[in-house]
């Protein structure tokens, strides 16, 4: 093995000894190590610019990389892992959102399928309604025309018949009649009652409204006196007496004083026979209603 010194490049024999031979032969010679302080320090500046060197341009480089790489893969894995959670947030969000259209579109359903049940049975309850009511307007129309033309027959027919019974009674009127008459007429006051009497004794006394006396027939003098006289035995103070004929009245005469009256005539009894029908008319179509 070759050992050589070598310092700052100096090669020199009187300087570079062989250690090998230093070493064999120790008790000849004492060893002695050159130390060059200069060198050792150069070596160390070296060693340490080197190290610099490294780092600036071959190490901190790679470990900047290598930093920037894994804050890359950090911050990929930063958003992917937010992406994820995004999605899954908009995933469950859009399930949620699906749940509720579902629960809505069938609540809507039902309510929809409810309403149209409803405006159904609305629309058919007012048709049937509107129904009836025409049924009934109808039928309440053709019973008033029913009745009208039943009422214009019963009318027609009653007046027809009052007439002929006029008719008849006038014919059938002769003196033998006008006797009867006055003696009814004299026998209704001879029958007056006390409330008639005042009443006639009031009229009586006043001169505006005389007292009058109607028949359908043109009454003697000794008529007129019969009835004159019975009168005063009933109206001792009255002051005048009027006689009239009234071709209105068949077979019939009558006293007459300011709404007050005594009388007989066949009209009453058919005035009274009308009224009757009448009623019995009204009676008969109101219960038809």
Same mark, same amino acid.
Request: hydrophobic content about 40%; charged content about 20%; overall charge negative.
């Given at each position: ?111 929809? @399928?409810?309403?149209?049940?409803? +405006?159904?049975? &609305?629309? /058919?309850?007012?048709? *049937?309604?509107?129904? %009836?009511?025409?049924? #009934?307007?109808?039928? @309440?129309?053709?019973?008033?025309? +029913?009745?009208? &033309?039943? /009422?214009?027959?019963? *009318?027609?027919?009653? %007046?027809?018949?009052? #007439? ?5 009674l006038t014919d059938l009127s002769d003196s ?49 006196s019969e009835i004159t006289q019975v009168l ?58």
């Amino acid at each position: 093995m070759c050992c050589h010194l070598l310092l700052c490049r100096r090669d020199d024999s009187a300087v570079c000894q062989s250690l090998l031979e230093l070493y064999r032969r120790p008790n000849q010679w004492r060893l002695t190590v050159l130390f060059d302080w200069f060198t050792f320090a150069a070596q160390i500046i070296n060693f340490l610019i080197l190290m610099w060197l490294l780092k600036r341009f071959l190490y901190q480089p790679v470990l900047n990389a290598i930093d920037a790489r894994e804050q890359h893969i950090v911050d990929v894995l930063s958003q992917t892992e937010a992406s994820q959670r995004q999605a899954a947030e908009q995933q469950a969000l859009l399930l949620q959102k699906n749940a509720a259209f579902d629960n809505d579109k069938t609540a809507m359903f039902a309510q929809v @399928k409810d309403q149209a049940a409803v +405006q159904l049975k &609305l629309q /058919l309850d007012c048709a *049937q309604q509107e129904v %009836q009511s025409k049924r #009934k307007q109808w039928l @309440k129309t053709l019973r008033e025309e +029913q009745q009208a &033309l039943a /009422l214009s027959i019963y *009318q027609r027919t009653r %007046q027809a018949v009052m #007439k002929l019974t006029r008719q008849v009674l006038t014919d059938l009127s002769d003196s033998d009649m006008e006797i009867q008459m006055v003696k009814v007429l004299t026998q209704r006051i001879s029958a007056m009652t006390q409330e008639q009497r005042i009443q006639f004794t009031q009229i009586s006394a006043d001169k505006n409204h005389p007292l009058i006396v109607k028949c359908a027939f043109i009454l003697s003098p000794e008529q007129q006196s019969e009835i004159t006289q019975v009168l005063l035995t009933q109206l001792p103070n009255h002051s005048e007496l009027t006689f009239m004929q009234d071709a209105n009245l068949i077979g019939g005469i009558e006293l007459l004083g300011n709404g007050s009256k005594i009388s007989w005539n066949i009209t009453d009894y058919l005035s009274e026979l009308d009224l009757n029908i009448e009623h019995l008319l009204d009676h008969k179509f109101r219960s038809q209603e």
